[in-house]
């Protein structure tokens, strides 16, 4: 059997709730702030603004909404991809230690789940690093650079970040419910 480490295990427990609670905070924190700056960003073109441009992948359709921007739109958007790069460093630390914290739950049952959640532990790290360089190719997109290709980049690293984000929120928020399941089922409280 493949042993899967805690990613954050030298923290401690009581450290990695302290760091979870914390970074949690500040990606809310940011992710309102990011809302709020980039709500200038949402068009007929881009209805769900930056957010838009992530999933443009094509050229045609990512000048489409920087043409809607004007330059205007383009440093705000600018701007706002500056103010993510502190949000995937919340948020991933945030969902990985949430993972982490989880599948420490789930081993008290099970050790094939106890292993999962560290893999989505370790995944939200991954899940930031794609948004980073989904990032990197908005920012080409942004700056004018050639190519067709840096809107797929784009795409393809969001689509990714977003359907690991989906899974570590999905398992935190349901480790509760199923660590309580196995309780009643085990007749302990």
């Given amino acids: 059997m493949i042993k899967v480490p805690n990613p954050f295990r030298w923290l401690g427990d009581d450290g990695q709730w302290r760091l979870f609670l914390l970074v949690s905070i500040l990606s809310i924190a940011v992710m309102v702030a ?3 700056q980039g709500s200038q960003l949402k068009t007929e073109a881009s209805p769900w603004g930056i957010v838009s441009l992530e999933f443009a992948g094509s050229g045609e359709a990512a000048t489409r909404m920087l043409a809607e921007w004007g330059e205007r739109g383009r440093l ?3 701007i706002n991809l500056g103010l993510d790069f502190l949000f995937i460093l919340f948020y991933a630390v945030a969902l990985s230690l949430g993972s982490a914290i989880a599948a ?3 081993g008290r049952f099970s050790t094939s789940r106890e292993r999962i959640g560290y893999l989505i532990a370790w995944g939200a790290l991954l899940a930031g690093l794609f948004d980073v360089v989904e990032n990197v190719a908005l920012i080409e997109v942004l700056t004018g650079a050639d190519g067709d290709w840096w809107p797929g980049v784009a795409r393809a690293c969001a689509r990714l970040k977003f359907a690991i984000v989906g899974v570590a929120l999905a398992h935190i928020i349901s480790t509760p419910l199923v660590t309580r399941w196995k309780m009643l089922l085990a007749g302990t409280r």
């Fill in 34 to 36: 990011l809302d709020d």
């Fill in 76 to 78: 705000i958007a600018g």
């Fill in 104 to 106: 420490r739950s789930h």
